[in-house]
């Protein structure tokens, strides 16, 4: 976190741009409910560059998958991208 605060402020004081970050587990309807509620009350409703850094993997074939690795795996990498 401290390192994101340092970035932060470089790139404000370089640049003159304002930068913020959320974490947020984007498999979690709720969080992402939250994170964007967080984006529209910082960014009074208005997001110039969103950058989504997400994914998940599961190192087995496939067919080994237990429903619960499946839907984990769905949930990150697919539906929150529509979310």
Known sequence: MLRNLIVACWV???????VSESVCDVSNGAQ???LMETVSFVCDGKLNI????VGTNIRKPMV???AEEFSTLMATNFESVFH
């Open 12 to 18: 404000r004081k370089i640049w003159g741009f304002e």
């Open 50 to 53: 969103l950058i989504n850094n």
């Open 64 to 66: 080994e998958f237990t």
């Open 32 to 34: 992402r409910e939250e």
